[in-house]
């Protein structure tokens, strides 16, 4: 059984082709509020032919999506060009995990499919760090419980409004500088951003760890997390298709 999986976020949109539940193939793509079925239906079509694959390859979907208005568009266009029925994340479905938040339906579905996810591939417990549009912070059990988490700015979110508020401050890479201390202007955001997100990184986990379980192994994921680990103490596991892996094990 062939299944696309999609995980719309609020900067990039994932795309997965799972093979009898195996990661074939894999596209990320910038997220546009503007997009028609028509148009995802061209993007998507040429990411499958590019593989040797048509529409007529699938027979399932699953979509994850914090972005309310999009959610119906890929459905929307899953429908009309995969003729399948889409299964739609959240709260409400069986996750094959129990959801200890205090409104279960505030739960991100890309929250929840990491937490499926890690639990499915890694077990518990265990804190998901995914560094997106926000970095997030997902606990998890050893007895396949959602226990909350902690939400942050991401790191491309804080560069772009300290740019966007402060007059005189440029937009720059985001890169790890030379020093700590920072000998002109760009690298010194580029300290405070970089250094200063490893620094809330291993502050936190060691604060959830102290709260939850001293011994829950820590798992990143998001475009970032590659480079953050690099300086991190504290992140155990990169897994850049954590989100993905979720949606599979939902479906």
């Keep these: 059984m ?22 074939r193939y894999s596209w990320r793509f910038s997220t546009r509020i503007d997009r028609t079925s028509d148009e995802l239906g061209i993007l998507i079509h040429s990411f499958l032919q590019s593989k040797g694959l048509t529409f007529d390859s699938i027979d399932g979907s699953i979509i994850s999506s914090v972005v309310p208005y999009l959610t119906s568009v890929f459905s929307e266009m899953v429908n009309q060009y995969c003729n399948v029925q889409s299964i739609l994340v959240d709260s409400s479905i069986n996750l094959g ?12 579905a890309d929250r929840l499919c990491n937490a499926v996810g890690s639990i499915e591939k890694y077990g518990g417990p265990a804190i998901i760090i995914d560094f997106g549009t926000a970095t997030t912070f997902d606990i998890v059990s050893e007895n396949r419980e959602y226990i909350g988490g902690v939400i942050a700015p991401g790191i491309e979110t804080a560069s772009l409004f300290l ?38 990184i291993d502050g936190m986990v060691n604060l959830l760890k102290k709260e939850f379980d001293s011994k829950a192994k820590v798992i990143a994921t998001g475009g970032l997390a ?11 596991i990169i897994d850049p298709y954590l989100t993905l892996t979720g949606l599979i094990h939902i479906f």
């Design 2 to 23: 062939n299944i696309l999986a999609i995980d719309i976020g609020n900067t990039n949109t994932a795309l997965g082709y799972f093979e009898n539940r195996n990661l």
């Design 97 to 108: 995990i129990k959801i200890l938040y205090e409104n279960p339906k505030e739960v991100g």
């Design 163 to 200: 740019h966007k508020l402060a007059a005189k401050l440029p937009r720059v890479e985001l890169k790890f500088p030379e020093n700590i201390i920072g000998k002109n202007t760009e690298a010194s955001i580029q300290s405070g951003i970089m250094n200063g997100t490893v620094v809330m």
């Design 226 to 236: 590659n480079l953050i680990k690099e300086r991190s103490k504290e992140i155990n």
